[in-house]
T-cell receptor, first 114, second 113 residues
Framework: AQSVSQHNHHVILSEAASLELGCNYS??????LFWYVQYPGQHLQLLLK??????LVKGIKGFEAEFIKSKFSFNLRKPSVQWSDTAEYFC????????????FGGGTRLMVKP | DGGITQSPKYLFRKEGQNVTLSCEQN?????MYWYRQDPGQGLRLIYY???????QKGDIAEGYSVSREKKESFPLTVTSAQKNPTAFYLC????????????FGPGTRLTVL
């Protein structure tokens, strides 16, 4: 079965620092990749997604992610974080052998200090 | 105003009691999902339903039951057989098809006393 690893469970950054959150998945083949974000007290919402084409995907609020197939990775990046980026971030993978099911990583809790 | 609603927001239950969590969507989505969120474990799939009157077990279905009598509604019952039910429960929905984004409700936090 597919598994998704997010190696950083907690990240603390100062405002304007650069961010990179790691995400690795276990099975190859055709995959769709997602990053979701959960701001304090809010719904889980989609940040960005990769289905096909350009492996560098741009999402909302200045976030981007790069799909590297050879490394089974889909790392999330932002060049300069803001206090409002404080949230929990989840990577998710849907592979062609699992219908429309998503497999989520364990999440990374980001705290940005003002 | 389209979206997914879950109720109640907070729920307390005594050990040995069954409890039902509500999930309603007015997005006209075909598929609906229930996840359980625990700290450090991400979201784990409990049950899902691709169409009305049909549902499938997810990774952690033991101790849970669902029904899908209407397209808009997918209630989850946490039974007394669930050994560790205290958690945050999230409902999601999507249009059937490859690669569709799942939309999530606000969640229900269940605490067993």
């Amino acid at each position: 079965a597919q598994s998704v690893s997010q190696h950083n469970h907690h990240v603390i950054l100062s405002e304007a620092a650069s961010l990179e959150l790691g995400c690795n998945y276990s099975y190859g083949g055709t995959v769709n990749l997602f990053w979701y974000v959960q701001y304090p007290g809010q719904h889980l919402q989609l940040l960005l997604k990769y289905f096909s084409g350009d492996p560098l995907v741009k999402g909302i609020k200045g976030f981007e992610a790069e799909f590297i197939k050879s490394k089974f990775s889909f790392n999330l990046r932002k060049p300069s974080v803001q206090w409002s980026d404080t949230a929990e971030y989840f990577c998710a993978v849907k592979d062609g052998n699992a219908g429309n099911m998503l497999t989520f990583g364990g999440g990374t809790r980001l705290m940005v200090k003002p | 105003d389209g979206g997914i609603t879950q109720s109640p927001k907070y729920l307390f239950r005594k050990e040995g009691q069954n409890v039902t969590l509500s999930c309603e969507q007015n997005l006209n989505h075909d598929a609906m999902y229930w996840y359980r969120q625990d700290p450090g474990q991400g979201l784990r799939l409990i049950y899902y339903s691709q169409i009305v009157n049909d549902f499938q077990k997810g990774d952690i279905a033991e101790g849970y039951s669902v029904s899908r009598e209407k397209k808009e509604s997918f209630p989850l019952t946490v039974t007394s057989a669930q050994k560790n039910p205290t958690a945050f429960y999230l409902c999601a929905s999507t249009i059937r098809g490859r690669g569709d984004t799942q939309y999530f409700g606000p969640g229900t936090r269940l605490t067993v006393l």
